[in-house]
DNA sequence: TAGTGGTCTAGACCACAGC
DNA sequence: CTGTGGTCTAGACCACTAA
């Protein structure tokens, strides 16, 4: 009862939806309707709907009003947190072991993966929680786009957190897939058929490539969680 | 040029911000001092930095102002599509072969991923795309949570699709994990220790659980994407 | 305590899609 | 056409908190 107005409206509007009271593609009533209804201005009911929009619980056309929107499973949003956070948070030393660090002139080794102009700083590494291996990493690092990282100091610590204090604001695309260990199985302590888990991000700063990772996860080590909820 | 004066002042201070000209930490103006330099309303400048705060870019206190956030790679926004409508997207044929479908009373074969009250149905099959197994997938239903899932044919349709069109709103968690074959290496044409990737969601409506649902993927044949973008 | 964001009002005009 | 959502204005009061 302490909450704003707009968000009491919101919640009275998405407890009739969720309780099933409207069901999808019941036409909700117009905003006017609302104002009248709750006694307040336009803008007002119009934020409470907004949010729920934003939610995808209602959709709107123009003239013909307000909707319940059919339920689909569509996105989920998903935590990618940084290792060494998610180490400590379980109450686990965490450390980074470099394995090997190289500067490419742009002719050399090209990776499709990862097309930045100019050189690029290839690292590759473990991170340790416990003692023991958590998660492979090898990384392509744009020189042009972070200027420093040739000179940046990775053996302990992660390319990933010293990226994220010292490449301003960027954009990022994740790919999640399954693999057996292979070639990091060693490297990792696993049988080399081990299922794995396999994130790749690609990272732009503006319009130009910043980093390409792609980290291989034990598959019984870890995992993802995505959560779908309503705001509160 | 055609947008929102809202967007435009949006688009104003984030391209300022993501091209690093204004820096984490930076004070941004006051919405006062907005409203003065784009000669608008103070709403206007208000909907512009709570976009910005929406997608993380802006942190605001009150009295001492608004300031460009610390960047994080913090969540990302996981597609996770209806698997029927993935397949048909790809041009090639769908359909589910049922391979189970059991009604279990309480204290039947308790699952500790689901404890729904009362009776459930079990349902095992496989997504198959173009001829090909796609997926395979393990679901339990509460038959309190989905009346008329007993009587329901889930031989050719998949019981996620008839779900989500019988049962309204949802919450939903998934979790995603790798694994090797293993017991569904024979249901999916693989090795037993071919890596796959797991997908499990648990769905309720209001506070009741409605369906856990488990969903393997050959590792080769299936990933998912995440974006974590700006809003256009 | 003064300045900031947070919220809200009571209007207004417009574009657009159904009718 | 007409009603709907989409956007915007020019104010207002309040809560919070950093100075």
Same mark, same amino acid.
């Given at each position: 009862?302490?909450?704003?107005?707009?968000?009491?409206?919101?919640?009275?509007?998405?407890?009739?939806?969720?309780?099933?009271?409207?069901?999808?593609?019941?036409?909700?009533?117009?905003?006017?309707?609302?104002?009248?209804?709750?006694?307040?201005?336009?803008?007002?009911?119009?934020?409470?709907?907004?949010?729920?929009?934003?939610?995808?619980?209602?959709?709107?056309?123009?003239?013909?009003?307000?909707?319940?929107?059919?339920?689909?499973?569509?996105?989920?949003?998903?935590?990618?947190?940084?290792?060494?956070?998610?180490?400590?948070?379980?109450?686990?030393?965490?450390?980074?072991?470099?394995?090997?660090?190289?500067?490419?002139?742009?002719?050399?080794?090209?990776?499709?993966?990862?097309?930045?102009?100019?050189?690029?700083?290839?690292?590759?590494?473990?991170?340790?929680?416990?003692?023991?291996?958590?998660?492979?990493?090898?990384?392509?690092?744009?020189?042009?786009?972070?200027?420093?990282? +040739? @000179? &940046?100091?990775?053996? /302990?610590?992660?390319?990933?957190?010293?990226? #994220?204090?010292?490449?301003? =604001? %960027?954009?990022?695309?994740?790919?999640?897939?399954?693999?057996?260990?292979? +070639? @990091? &199985?060693?490297?990792? /302590?696993?049988?080399?058929?081990?299922?794995? #888990?396999?994130?790749?991000? =690609? %990272?732009?700063?503006?319009?130009?490539?910043?980093?390409?990772?792609?980290?291989?996860?034990?598959?019984?080590?870890?995992?993802?969680?995505?959560?779908?909820?309503?705001?509160?």
């Amino acid at each position: 009862m302490t909450a704003t107005l707009d968000q009491r409206i919101r919640r009275d509007l998405e407890r009739k939806i969720r309780s099933g009271a409207w069901s999808p593609g019941h036409r909700i009533p117009t905003e006017r309707e609302l104002i009248a209804f709750y006694g307040c201005a336009r803008m007002t009911v119009g934020k409470a709907i907004a949010a729920l929009v934003a939610d995808g619980l209602v959709e709107r056309r123009k003239k013909a009003g307000s909707f319940v929107a059919q339920p689909r499973v569509r996105t989920a949003v998903l935590e990618i947190p940084d290792i060494a956070a998610v180490v400590r948070a379980r109450g686990e030393t965490y450390r980074f072991d470099l394995l090997q660090q190289t500067r490419l002139t742009p002719g050399q080794r090209p990776d499709p993966a990862f097309a930045a102009a100019g050189d690029r700083l290839l690292i590759e590494g473990v991170h340790i929680a416990a003692g023991r291996p958590f998660a492979h990493e090898h990384r392509l690092i744009s020189l042009a786009a972070a200027p420093g990282a +040739d @000179v &940046a100091d990775f053996s /302990g610590r992660s390319p990933g957190s010293w990226l #994220l204090e010292n490449v301003p =604001w %960027t954009t990022a695309r994740h790919r999640i897939t399954a693999r057996q260990a292979l +070639d @990091v &199985a060693v490297t990792l /302590g696993l049988a080399r058929a081990a299922a794995c #888990l396999q994130v790749e991000r =690609w %990272t732009w700063r503006q319009d130009d490539p910043v980093t390409y990772v792609r980290q291989i996860f034990p598959g019984d080590r870890h995992d993802l969680v995505a959560e779908f909820a309503p705001r509160p």
